[in-house]
């Protein structure tokens, strides 16, 4: 692809900002829940009936907290890494990240797993040896982030509040990948990204009074350089999307797994336009009042 400042010297912004603009699909908690998953990425256009990818070149983010609740843990981590393998073959991209329910599992608290959940794997011990950094799910889940940033949308699991992102996505992924064999080794977290204040368990941007919550969005967001936050965590009972401060804070968890109500739908970035998809049908989410594209200097 040409490179966006050789665009602007010619053409307009917008011209330049069109040209870089991929479809991103996001999806929030699964918990557990294969069928409405699987449903969920059909209707996303990400796969066919035999759950081949069908995204052509979708960037496809998974803001974690696949598992715990419902049982179908090993399934849905076999589909995400599958669909991962595929996509990159038509452009397309997968990526899955860590919720707080991961990182629970992989330091041993099994609070949320269910005795049919435990059944999947075998036996107690079995689940014990998967979920170690060497067994064959704690492997997996030790390399995947805990933020991603697509097109100046900014993904996690719960939020990035302002101290986090004085950090930047990068130094908050290396924390995780550095911190991360203290912490499964049951020792003190030593950056706090998995704590509470961290990006899988924050939820101020979810639950903060408007409009109050909105001058510190926009401040974090300045520092990240990015137009939006994209995270799950806080379940939206009504099983809709919810947006936030002018669409840009966006609340993905609206409950997929049958635990919740089993509500199918994703959010579709495309450009500046915001779209959820329901089975009931698409609806517009895109902002009357646009964000100030405070990273279009970066495109
Ligand atoms: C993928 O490309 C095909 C052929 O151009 C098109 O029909 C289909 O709608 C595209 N799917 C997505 C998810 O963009
Ligand atoms: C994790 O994020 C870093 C940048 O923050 C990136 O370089 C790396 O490729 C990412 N890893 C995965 C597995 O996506």
Redesign the pocket.
Known sequence: MIPCYLYALALSALTCFVAQARRIVAVGDLHGDLANSRKTFRMAGLIDDDDRWIGNDTVFVQTGDVLDRGTDTIALYDLLRKLRDEAPATGGEV?PLLGNHEVMNLIGDWRYVTRQEIDTFGSYEDRVKAFRLDGFLGEYLG???MT?VVDGNVFCHGGIDINFAKLG??TI?SFVHEDMPVVVGQHKDPHGVFGEQGPTWYRGWALDKEPGVCEAVQQTLSILKADRMIIGHTPQLDGQILTRCDGKIIVIDIGLSWVYGGHAGALEIDGEKLTAIYKSGRVDLTPSRPPPFVHQELR
């Open positions: 990526i390399e995947l982030n991603a996505v990068d992924n």
